[in-house]
């Protein structure tokens, strides 16, 4: 089993930054690529931007110039770095791995960012 906790939600106003940060842990040797969703009140989960092991990277096109993802693979540790955060960013943040023995995926408890005046 592989567990992620997520952490670096907040309340931010619009143009504002937030990084969140994604550690796994237990069987680690099991993933690889890692990712971010997120999921508004009243809207599905969306794929918001996704990194393999060797840091090729790849984001939604609602994100593409605002958000990084970035990895340390030596700490187990995905990052998401926000940038000019708008309201239709607000939702819950979660970090994403799958099991590349037996496809299960992993998911963290979420982490709330909201953007507003």
């Known amino acids: 089993q592989v567990q992620l906790v997520e952490s670096g939600g907040g309340l931010v106003q619009p143009g504002g930054s937030l990084r969140l940060s994604c550690t796994a842990s237990?069987?680690?040797?099991?993933?690889?690529?890692r990712a971010w969703h997120r999921q508004a009140p009243g809207k599905q989960r969306e794929l918001v931007a996704s990194?393999?092991?060797?840091?090729?990277?790849a984001y939604a096109d609602s994100v593409k110039g605002r958000f990084s993802i970035s990895r340390d693979n030596a700490r187990n540790t995905v990052y998401l770095q926000l940038n000019g955060l708008k309201p239709d960013d607000t939702a819950v943040y979660y970090c994403?791995?799958?099991?590349?023995?037996?496809?299960?995926?992993?998911w963290g408890q979420g982490t709330q960012v909201t953007v507003s005046s």
């Open positions: 994403n791995a799958k099991d590349i023995v037996n496809g299960n995926d992993y």
């Open positions: 237990g069987l680690t040797s099991r993933i690889n690529a």
């Open positions: 990194i393999t092991y060797f840091g090729r990277t």
